[in-house]
């Protein structure tokens, strides 16, 4: 049961053009959101992360929006560089019981 | 402020063996949880730890147990090893909540042959 769905395994964007990652939840009593970015050979390292009583939260380049009714969450990244090439996670946090659900991430691959 | 630390880093054990992971966590994090990474499954939690006491659990078998200590550090143990076992464990460690940034460690690559 993949409670936490990322549809698209890879993604390829020209350098400087935007990026868009996409995740699907369907549990109803996750209240928070995080983005995780991983490089190989490294453990995922926080990127930003969103309320689920937001729409949205900005962080430089990155942008997470958050569509409640249609558990939907996306990351932009704009403008996109070389060194954001990487796997992208989302989790999501379980309010009470305070488990943390990846999913299963999508490869970004920047093209100079 | 040192980062988590995961021991070994790289692990090769023959099916039918059992393995244990070490993970220390920042310094003043109590809470540790463990996820083991595949390719095309992503991240699949394993439990959490927090105060030396077990506080959630995924749904791997009972082969795979862990436990923590009054210092924080965490091991994870993995008995009669499959094949399947074969992936990148992970641990991260937070204060207290997960809602919050979580750090992860650089993994220990374990493969069973």
């Known amino acids: 049961d993949q409670q936490v769905k990322q549809n698209s395994p890879s993604l390829s964007v020209q350098e400087g053009r935007i990026s868009i990652l996409n995740c699907d939840y369907t549990?109803?009593?996750?209240?928070?959101f995080l983005w995780y970015k991983k490089y190989p050979a490294e453990g995922p390292t926080f990127l930003i992360s969103i309320s689920s009583i937001k729409d949205k939260n900005e962080d430089g380049r990155f942008t997470v929006f958050l569509n409640k009714s249609a558990k939907h969450l996306s990351l932009h990244i704009v403008p996109s560089q070389p060194g954001d090439s990487a796997v992208y996670f989302c989790?999501?946090?379980?309010?009470?019981?305070?488990?943390?659900?990846f999913g299963t991430g999508t490869r970004l691959t920047i093209i100079p | 402020k040192a980062g988590v630390t995961q021991t070994p880093r790289y692990l090769i054990k023959t099916r039918g063996q059992q393995v244990t992971l070490s993970c220390s966590p920042i310094s003043g994090h109590r809470s540790v949880s463990w996820y083991q990474q595949t390719p095309g499954q992503g991240l699949q939690f394993l439990f959490e730890y927090f105060s030396e006491t077990q506080r959630n659990k995924g749904n791997f078998p009972g082969r795979f147990s862990g436990r923590q200590f009054s210092n924080s550090r965490s091991e994870m143990n993995v008995s009669t090893l499959e094949l399947g076992d074969s992936a990148l464990y992970l641990c991260?460690?937070?204060?207290?909540?997960?809602?919050?940034?979580?750090?992860f460690g650089q993994g220990t690559r374990l493969t069973v042959v």
């Open positions: 991260a460690s937070t204060p207290g909540h997960l809602n919050t940034e979580a750090f």
């Open positions: 989790a999501a946090h379980h309010f009470g019981n305070e488990k943390l659900t």
């Open positions: 549990n109803s009593m996750f209240d928070y």
